[in-house]
């Protein structure tokens, strides 16, 4: 397959060249990612400068970096610099999971819902990381063996896939398992301090109520399975449109 | 009705003091919005820069300005400067129409979600500018006269909604539709230039083809109409789940 292959986390992030490694044997893989971390850009989209990409060298193979977020890079690489389309579109692997309502705030889903707005089909792949574990390649292992075994099934059907998995190696792996997002609640969220000057400032901090019900992705993921989550981009809340006719 | 006010082209834009102007008549109005324009952040937050809040006037009654995205902004509102919880956010109005997949690049949209997130009913307001209309003040007297009516119904159905005004005076403008988003295609995004030294750079750019399908966003407003869509923020793909679960 031709693969344009993207993160969040940057083109030297370990998650993205753990992909490279794997995948670059078996297919034609165009990588094109940010030049440095854009975690928690969400989708946003680069309209007032101007976009370089450069060429370089990442595990021994090409690869480009683009002055950009991981939609930047989607768009540039489909409709300015990959010399024809490619078959399937995968971002990641992100340094921790993306799980529920993440996903409005992830770079990475992101860039792979971006390559869905422009027809490809196209995956999200997020590892959980904990300390003593930051292996990527069980799960570029993982993506690998999915493409042998369903990469034409994914690329027929335009599925626009979430996955996630847990910080563990192959054999402890429980299997795979097709999720919802759940829903996380975040919680006491802002740390309030004051400045040496007397000013008053705040840091973003958190913690997250996981509502680990049966079915969802973080469900998924706490019983050591990876997480299939299709995502649609329709954001359409069909149910309320004939409640809303009634009023309005 | 308590209203927390934000939106992405920063508190002194055009937008927003429209809705100031005429919400604080009737309404407790806490205004926390970007000190800049934002546009086109997605649902960026702020994870890696303390965020400050600074009090200053717009349209002769207080308003807060903040150093953070929209979605930032509403947080920050929310969780740690407002003294009680809004009954209802606002995000508007901003510049230019935020219409079918627009919705996940807008920092409007973003603000009006992560206020949903948080619990409360929210709304994304915006408007067709033109040339020769560029006057929010119908938009913004619309909204005050829908949570005149409306505004129990709006809060206590914890509704998400997109607002899109279209470019008229009100006499100009036929009516209410409830509708769902649209699907826009852009194309030809890229303007690939060369710099004076030689380099090669991309400006993001592109026309917009618009699809207008009845019962859509787009259409509404090209028949001038507001348009209303009712959004959801599950992005599970829930007819998909089945077909995948005979693969995994």
């Given at each position: ?12 992030a ?8 794997v ?18 850009t ?22 480009n ?11 540039l ?12 579109i ?6 921790g999971?993306?799980?529920?309502n ?34 990527f ?12 075994e369903?990469?034409?099934k ?23 398992k ?33 509502k ?7 469900h998924?993921?706490a ?14 809340h ?11």
């Amino acid at each position: 397959m031709r693969i344009l292959l993207t993160n969040d986390d940057g083109v030297y992030a370990p998650g993205i060249r753990a992909l490279l490694r794997v995948l670059s044997e078996k297919h034609e893989v165009f990588t094109l990612a940010p030049e440095r971390e854009m975690s928690a850009t969400g989708h946003a989209i680069t309209l007032h400068k101007p976009l370089r990409v450069k060429e370089v060298e990442v595990e021994g193979v090409r690869a480009n970096l683009a002055n950009g977020t991981p939609s930047d890079c989607v768009k540039l690489g489909v409709e300015a610099v990959m010399p024809s389309p490619p078959d399937l579109i995968i971002s990641g692997i992100n340094f921790g999971p993306n799980l529920g309502n993440d996903v409005f705030y992830s770079g990475t889903v992101s860039a792979a819902v971006e390559g869905h707005f422009l027809g490809f089909p196209a995956i999200a792949a997020s590892l959980v990381v904990k300390e003593g574990f930051s292996d990527f390649s069980p799960a570029a292992r993982y993506i690998d063996a999915l493409l042998s075994e369903h990469g034409e099934k994914i690329a027929s059907g335009k599925y626009l896939l979430n996955l996630n998995f847990p910080p563990l190696r192959e054999q402890d792996i429980k299997g795979t398992k097709v999720t919802t997002l759940s829903h996380r609640n975040y919680s006491n969220v802002f740390d309030r301090r004051v400045d040496p000057r007397g000013e008053v400032y705040y840091w973003m901090t958190g913690r997250v109520e996981e509502k680990e019900e049966e079915g969802t992705d973080t469900h998924a993921l706490a019983k050591n399975f990876v997480s299939i989550t299709p995502l649609t981009i329709d954001l359409t809340h069909h149910q309320q449109i004939k409640e809303l006719k009634k009023i309005f």
